[in-house]
């Protein structure tokens, strides 16, 4: 939700120096709480360009989480954290520089961009193409997840009662005998500053609440889990109680103990039905980190590895079906990745990176634009807090539904062999998004247009381009449902990025199936 | 970093605060870290930063209701919500009647020189030379590399209003980087850890990275199957860690583990198989006590091939009647005295592993666990390295890997992958499951 600012507070031009100061704006929740940092971030933008930065940004973010964990009957752990710094990145020589600390003074954050400007010149000398940024227009805005009830002013009790509720509904299945689950809240508060202008305050706050089922034959020493998630979403507390995860309690712990006793899946081609509880995942590996634009060019090459699909490619390359369009999107309501502006101050968008089954467009930053020939950056930067570098991370990228309603139970009755699965199991796929292998929570056998049974140990493994081309059916706009994650991995070292991924049901012909029972081996 | 001394100032007058509170029992851990790192990446330095932390951790204990709350600020304003979130939040928390009563003083065994003064204070200057030596020795052969150098200097100190009081500091680093040949057919990787930065000679990681990523250019199509593989350090350290994640004795006195209905004394894997962890292992930046502050012994948990127990946490190890373990730290997998060469002599057909790239697991029961292989494999003929082939998935269990092992090399620790923080051997196993064929470079 964009809350305008501009009334309140005078933007410069682009490249200059913002005006920090104008009255506050009440109406927003919880922001503009602290004049101070206008002179913290004028200060430490001023230090920077007066030690020799062509550019600087200063961002000070404070999140606050909150994790309940229960098993069974007992309440096993409450937390609340909160994390709050100031971070500043310049360019100084055609390098980047960055420093961070704990201490949000002026003076700590003045210390922090000579620092920042310091390790900047000492990397110069090994650039061999100066940093450029694409040109932005200086932003000056609010924005905040739009909610009804703020998580945390929610009563604790109330919140371990609903886990402990699950807990209760679940355990009353015979053959169930643990129960784990837990609720986390995030609220990430940040102000960002710039030399080109950008004056942005943005909160976000996520959700995430889930639980696991556990049935144990004791008589033959086996056990079956069986999670569930209630997607992660940018929302208030209204979306956990308008949910159906504590009627769906019941139900998924029947799942556990079917689970355990169904008969081990039987290796081969199959039909695969692919719920959207387990399909967003697949686009999450397969789609959304090929094209993230660092990775296309080598940038992640030692960690995360690059990509199939190089930006030579472009306009070309058919990764699937032509009736399949994916798109990338920081502004889908209730997305994990949705925000106003990213990391360089970049309003955020909507666009298609795959178009008609081909490769149209990467995700790209301020720095990124104009290495393969753009002129603006998609706005995809971020920093997980006050301490990480911003860099290229993922939006929330969806598979667009059919344009005719259909169901999943639609794909399955036009099935004649083949299986469905629901829910997130292992993931894994190859350093450079080809070769993936994924599980599930639920697996069903399907013959003649039916779901019979339960099945277990199942995984599907394929190749990226193969599998997306095998898919024949897609579910229309009604079947569209949006999962994601709260702790998708990138970088050296290490960021968290939250992203979601929207998806109908669809159908895959002949994937290879496989059986990951070792159990009398 | 924060101070010693003011470290201690702000433990006391927190314990001060609960002790203020009828009832409350409290334990402040509270930690401080400054690291730096240089990224780079197409041959040229991409990212960098020095960056603090803090973190300063409550846990109120009201009888059997408990709650934690952290904060990284340290004036009075914010150390008094800290202690008034804990305490509110504590009152609120239903009972656990697991919960145990927070410990009183401990005796710690002591690590020798954990913290090097050379590694805490490494410049971005020294950084940017690291990644000079191995951008030259990229330049020069012509090929891509990027890559990672990262030191960091921490602090832990935990009290209790019981009479606990534990403090420990320390250094870690490493680097790691990985070359590719310009025709994106080859891909080669080096990377080592450690606590002191002398021990990284950047330009030898540098030179092994590029010599594999030459060497691997044009890799041969090799059918998927079960092959006899010699698995370098990195690719053994993330497949172990599987093994080392189910060491927890309620999990498997539950059930649900492949520990389950395992005894001290079943003879698991071979004789030569020994793991174990060190709480006064330096290098590997173990910590002398776990976060309750309990006390760590050093302990064999595979011993020659058997196993002698399972990690008891206090709760658990009171309702069994078995002695509290505490959370091990710093797990070596005991090596022997084989080179490489000497594992590959010997093996008529087999495969030469890098290392591994997105480990996750299929099966807890078995340790089943899927990944692929990435940035150098071999094909082992007539005791001699012969092709480089393409990259596998694979389908198989760290149980499995130790159970057939007949050869292991010299330990070391691996930085930057999916295994960091053991010390492990390369080693040589058998009928391991290459499931099926990733074109992946």
């Known amino acids: 939700m964009k809350l305008s600012r501009r009334s309140f507070l005078t933007g410069s031009s682009a490249g200059a120096l913002a005006l920090f100061a104008g009255p506050r704006l009440g109406a927003a929740r919880g922001l503009l709480t602290e004049p101070r940092l206008d002179e913290l971030v004028k200060r430490a933008l001023e230090a920077a360009t007066k030690a020799g930065a062509s550019y600087a940004d200063v961002r000070v973010v404070r999140i606050r989480s909150e994790n309940i964990s229960t098993r069974e009957d007992r309440v096993e752990r409450v937390a609340s954290n909160e994390d709050y710094g100031v971070g500043v990145r310049v360019i100084a020589g055609g390098a980047w520089g960055f420093a961070a600390t704990p201490s949000v003074t002026a003076a700590d954050a003045e210390r922090a961009a000579r620092d920042a400007v310091a390790i900047a010149k000492a990397n110069a000398p090994l650039m061999k193409r100066p940093v450029t940024l694409a040109p932005v227009p200086a932003n000056v805005d609010v924005w905040q997840t739009p909610l009804i009830k703020d998580p945390f002013k929610i009563p604790l009790e109330d919140k371990a009662e609903i886990l402990l509720a699950i807990n209760r509904e679940a355990m009353k299945v015979p053959g169930v005998k643990f129960v784990t689950s837990q609720f986390a809240a995030a609220a990430e508060w940040k102000l960002l500053a710039s030399t080109d202008g950008a004056y942005i305050e943005q909160e976000v706050v996520r959700l995430g609440p889930g639980y696991a089922v556990t049935a144990v034959d004791d008589k033959r020493g086996e056990f079956e889990t069986r999670e569930f998630q209630l997607p992660p979403r940018q929302a208030g507390w209204e979306y956990v109680e308008g949910s159906s995860m504590l009627a769906d309690a019941r139900r998924i712990g029947e799942e556990a103990v079917e689970k355990l006793k169904a008969p081990s899946v039987a290796p081969g081609k199959k039909d695969l039905i692919l719920d959207p509880s387990n399909l967003w995942l697949t686009i999450h590996e397969s789609i959304g980190h090929t094209t993230e634009l660092d990775r296309a060019l080598g940038y992640e090459a030692n960690y995360a590895g690059t990509s199939f699909a190089t930006p030579d490619q472009r306009g070309k390359l058919q990764i699937g079906a032509p009736f399949l369009t994916f798109y990338a999107d920081k502004t889908t309501p209730g997305g994990l990745a949705t925000c106003g502006y990213d990391d360089d101050g970049v309003a955020t968008q909507k666009w298609n990176l795959i178009e008609n089954g081909v490769l149209v467009s990467y995700q790209t930053t301020r720095e990124q634009a104009g290495w393969i020939g753009e002129k603006a950056s998609r706005g995809t930067c971020y920093a997980d807090s006050y301490g990480s570098f911003p860099f290229q991370r993922m939006p929330n990228v969806s598979l667009a539904p059919g344009p005719r309603e259909r169901s999943i139970d639609e794909l399955i009755a036009a099935t004649d062999d083949g299986i469905v699965i629901a829910g997130r199991g292992s993931w894994s796929i190859d350093h450079q998004r080809l070769n993936f292998q994924f599980g599930g929570q639920a697996f069903w056998e399907v013959k003649r247009g039916k779901k019979t049974r339960m099945l277990r140990d199942v995984a599907y493994q394929a190749n990226t381009i193969e599998f997306w081309h095998a898919c024949d059916a897609i579910g229309g706009p009604k079947s569209w449902f949006m999962g994601g994650t709260l702790t998708d991995g990138k970088g050296e070292p290490g960021q968290i990025n939250s992203v979601s991924h929207g998806c109908p049901p669809a159908r895959f012909r002949q994937i290879n199936i496989l059986n990951t029972n070792r159990r009398t081996a | ?441």
């Open chain 2, 1 to 441: 970093m924060l101070p010693q001394a003011d470290t201690r100032r702000l433990v006391d007058r927190i314990l001060t605060l609960v002790h203020a509170t009828k009832g409350a029992a409290g334990m402040v851990a509270v930690r401080s870290t400054r690291e730096g790192n240089t990224r780079f990446a197409v041959n040229e330095i991409t990212s960098t930063g020095d960056v603090e932390r803090l973190s300063i951790s409550l846990t109120v204990q009201f009888g059997q209701r408990s709650a934690s709350a952290t904060t990284n600020q340290v004036d009075d304003r914010s150390i008094d919500d800290l202690v008034g979130r804990a305490l509110r939040m504590a009152r609120l928390a239903p009972e656990n009647p697991e919960q145990m009563p927070l410990l009183g003083r401990q005796a710690y065994l002591t690590p020798k020189d954990p913290a090097d003064p050379a590694t805490a204070k490494l410049t971005p200057d020294a950084r940017a030379k690291a990644v000079g030596a191995a951008l030259a020795a990229a330049d020069a052969a012509k090929v891509a590399i990027a890559g990672f150098v990262e030191h960091g200097s921490q602090s832990v100190m935990l009290a209790t209003s019981e009479g606990l009081s534990a403090s420990h500091t320390w250094t870690s680093c490493g680097m790691s980087c990985t070359a590719r040949t310009p025709d994106g057919t080859g891909s080669g990787w080096a990377g080592l850890g450690g606590h002191r930065i002398a021990s990284i000679d950047a330009a030898a990681l540098a030179n092994t990275a590029v010599t594999k990523a030459t060497s691997s250019a044009r890799p041969h199509k090799l059918d998927p199957g079960r092959y006899t593989v010699i698995l370098e350090p990195a690719a053994v350290a993330s497949l172990l860690s599987f093994l080392i994640g189910a060491f927890n004795a309620r999990r498997a006195d539950e059930g649900r583990s492949f520990f389950a209905r395992k005894r001290p004394g079943d003879a698991l894997f071979p004789a030569d198989i020994t793991l174990r962890s060190d709480p006064t292992d330096v290098p590997l930046g173990a910590s002398p006590f776990d976060s309750e502050g309990f006390p760590l012994a050093p302990t064999k948990w595979i011993d020659k091939g058997t196993l002698t127990g399972l990690p008891y946490s206090r709760f658990w190890a009171r309702k069994q009647g078995k002695p509290p373990t505490g959370q091990p730290t710093g797990w070596t997998l005991d090596g022997g005295t084989a080179s490489q060469a000497e594992l590959i002599k010997g093996v008529a057909r087999g495969v030469l592993i890098t290392r591994f790239w997105y480990l996750r697991p299929l099966d807890p029961q078995t340790l089943l666990t899927t990944g692929l292989t990435r940035d150098g494999v071999y094909l082992i003929e007539n005791g001699r390295i012969s092709h480089p082939v393409t990259n596998f998935r694979f389908n198989e269990s760290p149980v499995q890997m130790l159970a057939r092992c007949d050869g292991l090399g010299l330990p070391e620790i691996p930085s930057g992958g999916e295994g960091s923080g053991v010390r492990v051997p390369a080693l040589r196993t058998h009928e391991f499951n290459l499931a099926s064929i990733s074109e992946a470079v």
